[in-house]
């Protein structure tokens, strides 16, 4: 969760297990970013939202995940997910770098992972991503391309979403061996 606001050699401020975790997601944004399902995808935003076309990618991709019953077998499911995940952050906020300290009290009282099964938890995650982009002045564009294009963002979600965690389980073995 905390990768995203750690740049560059920062990352190794951080203890050896979170140094592999920051491995870990870059390594998973990195194969979502060159993946041809996510190409499909980001150039359904890219007309209006250029250089963060693949931020909408990702903001969407959390809804098809959060609506996943592979990954969650129903809301229930989801939601003690979601708890675990912020009681096990709660544990770690000593390692959070300040602007994600600052967002995460908002994270958790609003409850933005589990929100994300819903339309309006993904029109207001697009928001958030407002607020936090130089360059981006509105997303109700972004969220009408979405809700037009639900079926065929599903559909490269579901190509995508097998083959990330097939990745990702294979590197964390490998970040885990040593």
């Known amino acids: 969760m905390i990768s995203d606001f750690v740049k560059g050699k920062a990352k190794e401020n951080f203890p050896a297990a979170i140094q592999k975790g920051i491995m870990l997601h870059r390594a998973i944004d990195n194969f979502t970013d060159k993946h041809e399902a996510t190409a499909a995808v980001k150039k359904l935003f890219r007309p209006d939202y250029r250089l963060y076309s693949g931020a909408f990618t990702d903001v969407v991709y959390d809804y098809f995940l959060a ?18 995940t912020f009681d096990l952050l709660e544990k770690q906020q000593q390692w959070f770098a300040p602007r994600f300290a600052a967002m995460f009290p908002y994270m958790k009282s609003q409850n933005w992972l589990y929100h994300y099964q819903y339309d309006e938890g993904i029109q207001k995650s697009m928001e958030g991503l407002r607020r936090r982009a130089l360059y981006i002045k509105e997303t109700q564009t972004a969220y009408q391309v979405f809700l037009a294009n639900k079926v065929v963002i599903k559909k490269e979600y ?13 590197l964390l073995y490998n970040l885990l061996a040593y």
């Open 158 to 170: 579901d190509l995508f979403f097998p083959q990330l965690k097939q990745y990702t389980a294979d």
């Open 67 to 84: 609506n996943d019953r592979q990954e969650f077998s129903s809301a229930e499911a989801l939601m003690q997910f979601s708890q675990n």
